[in-house]
């Protein structure tokens, strides 16, 4: 488990889970060097231990799609996109392993930040100085959690490979990369605030990196166009890509939404959604849904999520990320 909180998607790569040339299409090579294994609790190691390689529940989801739509040609065809293309999407993190470890610290610094004199409106806005002790500890265990997820998604990648062969046969040949990118994670990078550029910790919590064309964490292929930008939609309505942008820098410190946002608690999608209406619902769409529990399948109804269109298009028409391909689903699996 250390090595793999050390080594994220490289690990999966030097044990067969993955491929070399994957690294290169995940945000930061998926491994943060500054993950400190050590500052991980044995109680989260042993959640994330059995979960490897797992989707989880909730919104997380593997989603096979069909390209309904092309937006941006160029971009499109450097991501090796294409009209009514079949594409798989994954949407997943670093699982209980990462939940515990946000919990272990938040207890943390809820305790030690009255010495600092700082006062929050919710607890889980509990914060401490990077360069005080445990604000150090978490920034670290933090890192290594980020790496778990990125493991986490090439092993799902590789597993989705082999049922892809089982089912369809040699001839479906190997499934490409288009990206992987974190959508709840702390960097420090380099942006201009006020006319001058500062070293910053950027904390993307239901955002995602957006980087413009030229940046240097870009493979090649991208460096033309833009960042890959990955928006989810819910059960039943699209999915988009999108290309970052250099405007995105200046407004956004380079990011973008990760999804449509909810318009409906949990508790209140479960209250005024029937999962096995809604199931049944999208089966007659043609969009077939495989859940490990229906209760939770109203959760994630389309009806408990913003239009995700207009979201999309909001961040289009601000230029944070431009439209690419539109994705709409065939088939959901939820944990």
Not at 69 to 79: N, P, Q, T, V
Not at 154 to 166: K, L, P, R, V
Not at 179 to 208: C, F, P, S, W
Not at 303 to 324: F, R, T
Request: charged share 25%; glycine share 10%.
């Amino acid at each position: 488990m250390d090595e793999v909180l050390r080594k994220g998607a490289e690990w999966a790569v030097e044990h067969g889970y993955g491929w070399p040339e994957h690294l290169k299409y995940i945000e930061s090579n998926g491994r943060l060097k500054e993950a400190a294994p050590g500052k991980v609790s044995d109680m989260a190691k042993k959640r994330g231990f059995d979960q490897l390689g797992t989707i989880g529940s909730g919104n997380h989801f593997v989603e096979v799609d069909r390209i309904s739509e092309i937006f941006d040609e160029k971009a499109a065809s450097a991501m090796g996109l294409y009209e009514n293309q079949i594409v798989v999407l994954i949407h997943t993190g670093s699982r209980g392993l990462g939940h515990q470890n946000a919990t272990d610290y938040i207890r943390l610094m809820i305790m030690k930040m009255i010495d600092y004199g700082i006062q929050i409106p919710d607890r889980e806005l509990a914060c401490l100085p990077l360069s005080s002790p445990v604000g150090k500890d978490y920034f670290g265990s933090m890192a290594a959690a980020a790496n778990y997820a990125w493991c986490n998604r090439e092993i799902i990648t590789w597993e989705i490979q082999q049922a892809w062969s089982d089912i369809l046969g040699l001839t479906a040949g190997k499934l490409e990369l288009v990206y992987d990118v974190a959508h709840n994670i702390a960097k420090i990078e380099t942006h201009k605030v006020g006319g001058q550029y500062k070293k910053l910790i950027v904390h993307r919590k239901g955002a995602t990196r957006a980087f413009g064309p030229g940046n240097a964490e870009l493979p090649e292929n991208y460096k033309a166009i833009g960042q890959p930008v990955l928006i989810p939609g819910s059960m039943g309505t699209a999915s988009y890509v999108l290309a970052g942008t250099d405007l995105s820098h200046e407004k956004s410190l380079g990011s973008a939404c990760h999804g449509a946002g909810r318009r409906l608690s949990r508790r209140a999608a479960r209250r005024q959604i029937r999962s096995r209406e809604l199931v049944d619902h999208l089966r007659e769409r043609g969009i077939f849904v495989k859940a490990g529990s229906l209760s939770g399948v109203a959760e994630e109804a389309p009806e408990a999520y913003k239009d995700v269109n207009m979201v999309v298009e909001s961040v289009h028409q601000n230029g944070l990320a431009i439209k690419v391909a539109r994705l709409l689903p065939l088939a959901v699996i939820k944990g």
